[in-house]
């Protein structure tokens, strides 16, 4: 079970923290993914962090703007956003899949949260 949280109205240049708890498996050998939805939009990958390495991958949009990190003790994973956009409103939902390897494709992760919404006004 995958719980995101910390979406909210924010003005242009704000910060929000997202938190995505996990409950009711093992995800030491896990990668937990971010991903959002605009309206009218396809759903984009935005972070991942791995479980067990804390090595991370970033969509290019977000780069030097959002910090993807995790609390293992927690089983927590946070999305950190600065300098936010109108733009990035969206629905902001978190994911898991069953391999440390990080990836990008929306098809390879499994396991999804309910999602967050983000509005960023200008």
């Known amino acids: 079970l995958l719980q995101a949280s910390g979406g909210g109205l924010v003005q242009a240049g704000g910060s929000l923290r997202l938190s995505c708890a996990a409950s009711g498996r093992t995800f030491s050998t896990y990668s937990m993914g971010w991903f959002r939805q605009a309206p009218g939009k396809e759903r984009e990958f935005v972070a991942a962090i791995s479980w067990s390495t804390g090595s991370t991958y970033y969509a290019d949009f977000v780069k030097g703007r959002f910090t993807i990190s995790r609390d293992n003790a927690r089983n927590t994973v946070y999305l950190q956003m600065n300098s936010l956009k109108p733009e990035d409103t969206a629905v902001y939902y978190c994911?898991?899949?069953?391999?440390?390897?990080?990836?990008?494709?929306?098809?390879?992760?499994?396991?999804w949260g309910q999602g967050t919404q983000v509005t960023v006004s200008s």
């Open positions: 994911a898991t899949r069953g391999t440390p390897v990080l990836t990008a494709r929306r098809s390879e992760y499994h396991y």
